[in-house]
């Protein structure tokens, strides 16, 4: 059974930086896309940014320059590293990792405040 397990977040003020990880249960060599979502209220779960196997990362425009996805293999972990945070970044946030067989496995969501 595969587990995903997100930390990092919390209440945090506009501008100010959060770092999201993701703690993957077994190796994160056997998922080709590692990946962070995120759902506001009354709005549909999003895809933020994602990492493929040989492939560089993607973002959602709004985030582009400001979020960085990154993962180190060595740890299992995937992580979030969020800058000048907007309070239009307020959402609950999931990982997500997806294998070579497409088979997607999502975290339980963390919430992620921005606010003064």
């Known amino acids: 059974q595969v587990h995903l397990v997100e930390s990092g977040g919390g209440l945090v003020q506009p501008g100010g930086p959060l770092r999201l990880s993701c703690a993957v249960s077994?190796?994160?060599?056997?998922?080709?896309?590692m990946a962070w979502y995120r759902q506001a209220p009354g709005k549909e779960r999003e895809l933020v940014a994602n990492?493929?196997?040989?492939?560089?990362?993607n973002y959602v425009d709004s985030v582009k320059g400001r979020f960085t996805i990154s993962r180190d293999n060595a740890k299992n972990t995937v992580y979030l590293q969020m800058n000048s945070l907007k309070p239009e970044d307020t959402a609950v946030y999931y990982c997500y990792a997806r294998t070579v067989s497409r088979v997607g496995y999502w975290g339980q969501g963390i919430q992620v405040t921005v606010s003064s």
């Open positions: 990492v493929r196997s040989g492939s560089s990362a």
């Open positions: 077994g190796s994160i060599l056997g998922f080709n896309e």
